[in-house]
């Protein structure tokens, strides 16, 4: 039974309307059959009037429309099969007989199957009144409070969502600069929150959003607001360890969130986070750029989990030791990420060694890590450093270096950069401490070992005071010099230039002075560990200037006495050449750092 009525027919028709019915949509559906694919079943009880404008139904303006009485769906489903869509739920819904819109919703199930969503709620319960403004051109103002029971949702194959239990506001309302533009106000707390896109995987305790949204154009809404939670879990299969959040609250503006002291936890490290985020979202959902500028600080940062974590990202073992494993993988940086940090680290372990209080900028763009003018304290020394790390596949990679450290106990140093062992093996004989600069960079293969023929490299040693200590080496040139027995042989400063380059090693000519000797030392060798070097005597007892050749390895060496080579090599002059050629390559090496953070090939 239905009745209806229209006035104003001339001028914007009012339309009044009434029914009060039962509907077997089963056999509606039979006696007015739908597409061939299309079913629908159930009942629905109808006890309802409506009066409103034309003009209102034409624009869909629900806020404006006078509604009293019930609907309820009894069994309801709709089906599609060509397009594999299935709804089905059971619903209440009671309208006030008001000036404005005034309704109750109760949805006792909800389910919902299509190619593209899913969902299921077990309880929705809402409530929605509204305002009627008397300007026309201005928005409906629409307020809606709404509880949930274990809603499931998904999106597609990899994007899913479930909260246990939920409350929401929402309210619809004008623009403040342009009333005649909608916009949206929400709020909800969660007791938990579960989201995962393409594997990745986020849990909330909870969770509370309150955010703003207006309306920019037909699907394009811009929110701003704050998302807090009491904990945070999040999952990503490029990375082994689970990231995890403390008690945090971050503002939302657009794409941009902005975090403000948040606590991260990763395994044994841990971090608190200020600065900007961009593109969250699309990142997570889309695989596009996600961008940051943000300040770190960190009372522990262990390199050795996090190097595993995207090393072995599936194998939980590898992730938890201790230790950079020696059988080493490259990690390759994922190439969305765009992030500028400033640190403030208090430790930072690596492989064996402890860093201290660094601090400085880290970029990592272009699959690339570029840590820039980092401030250190390691080995009871203070340290400056560049450092570049970059692979674009598993299966190579390009390191490079530029330290540059002040006052450094010797047997410290070797330890710091075992290469040294291999590249001047000599300075194992010293004790005392050094000024010491290096700049080297190498490919890398899938081992994260140095491919040799790559390996380039500008050394510089200086330091005062230094001893030689006694050993085989010593004792033959000793001999063959008959210098003065003494338990320690000390050198007043020693300055030593050495470069790397395709794979050999030039220790350039420097001055010592020992005993009652000024000699000039210097030579080559090949990083198999086979050498070939001269020592000049300048000055000594002898009437006459030698030099002593030594050649071979370090198991089996050649002694002999000849013309010395380097009386003209140590003079100001020839030193300042010398300098002039390390600083040229060590800069020159640093520029290629340069070159791949851009995501230029090093030349």
């Not at 929150?193 to 811009?222: C, E, H, P, Q, Y």
């Not at 960190?298 to 072995?312: E, K, T």
Request: net charge positive; proline share 3%.
């Amino acid at each position: 039974m239905a009745d209806a009525k229209v006035d104003d027919l001339l001028d914007d028709p009012l339309i009044t309307f009434h029914t009060k019915s039962t509907v077997d949509l089963d056999a509606l559906a039979k006696t007015f059959p739908l597409q061939e694919s299309v079913t629908i079943t159930g009942k629905l009880d109808a006890d309802m009037g409506m009066k409103c404008r034309l003009s209102t139904l034409k624009k869909q303006d629900i806020g404006r429309m006078k509604l009293g009485g019930k609907l309820e769906l009894k069994d309801f489903e709709l089906k599609d099969t060509a397009k594999d869509f299935d709804f089905l739920g059971n619903a209440t819904f009671r309208f006030r007989d008001n000036e404005t819109l005034q309704a109750q919703m109760d949805v006792r199930k909800l389910v919902l199957r299509s190619r593209f969503l899913s969902s299921d709620i077990e309880r929705l319960v809402a409530n929605v009144s509204s305002t009627n403004p008397q300007d026309t051109n201005r928005i409906v103002s629409l307020q809606c409070d709404m509880e949930v029971s274990k809603l499931r949702a998904s999106m597609g194959d990899s994007i899913k969502l479930y909260s246990a239990r939920a409350k929401a506001q929402a309210a619809l309302g004008p623009q403040e600069v342009d009333v005649t533009k909608p916009a949206i106000d929400f709020s909800l707390r969660a007791d938990s929150l579960f989201f995962s896109a393409a594997g990745t995987r986020m849990a909330m305790n909870v969770a509370g959003i309150k955010m703003k949204a207006d309306k920019l154009n037909d699907s394009l809404w811009m929110p701003k607001g704050i998302v807090g939670f009491n904990r945070l879990r999040f999952r990503t299969p490029e990375f082994g360890l689970p990231i995890r959040m403390s008690k945090t609250a971050v503002t939302v503006d657009g794409p941009k969130i902005t975090l403000k002291n948040a606590s991260v936890r990763i395994g044994r490290s841990n971090m608190t986070a200020t600065g900007d985020m961009m593109g969250v979202y699309r990142a997570m959902t889309k695989g596009e750029k996600l961008t940051a500028h943000l300040s770190l600080t960190s009372d522990l940062i262990d390199c050795n989990q996090l190097i595993n974590s995207l090393s072995f990202p599936e194998d939980t073992t590898e992730v938890l030791t201790d230790s950079v494993p020696s059988e080493m993988k490259l990690f390759v940086i994922p190439r969305n990420i765009d992030f500028e940090l400033q640190t403030d680290l208090k430790k930072v372990i690596f492989e064996k060694m402890l860093f201290e209080n660094v601090h400085g900028a880290v970029d990592i763009k272009n699959q690339a890590i570029h840590l820039e003018d980092l401030s250190i304290r390691a080995l009871d020394a203070d340290m400056k450093a560049v450092m570049v790390y970059k692979a674009g596949s598993p299966r190579g990679g390009y390191a490079g270096f530029d330290f540059k450290i002040r006052n450094i106990n010797i047997a410290k140093l070797v330890d710091f950069v075992p290469a040294l062992d291999t590249i001047v093996p000599m300075l194992r004989s010293f004790k005392g401490r050094v000024m010491f600069d290096v700049a080297a960079d190498a490919r890398l293969d899938s081992a994260m070992n140095i491919r040799i023929p790559t390996l380039r490299s500008a050394i510089h040693i200086k330091g005062d005071s230094l001893v030689l200590m006694d050993g085989e080496t010593f004792a033959e040139i000793s001999k063959m010099l008959m210098f003065k027995n003494k338990k320690e042989n000390v050198f007043d400063s020693i300055s030593v230039n050495v470069t790397v380059h395709d794979g050999n090693v030039t220790v350039y000519p420097f001055l010592v002075e020992i005993d009652r000797y000024k000699a000039a030392v210097g030579g080559e060798q090949g990083l198999d560990m086979n050498f070939n070097y001269h020592i000049s005597i300048l000055k000594s007892p002898l009437p006459f200037k030698a030099g002593v050749n030594i050649s071979g390895n370090l198991d089996k060496m050649k002694f002999r006495i000849g013309k010395a080579k380097y009386k003209d090599a140590v003079t100001p002059a020839a030193v300042h050449r010398v300098d002039s050629t390390r600083m040229n390559m060590g800069n020159e090496i640093v520029n290629r750092f340069r070159r791949v953070v851009l995501g230029r090939q090093p030349r």
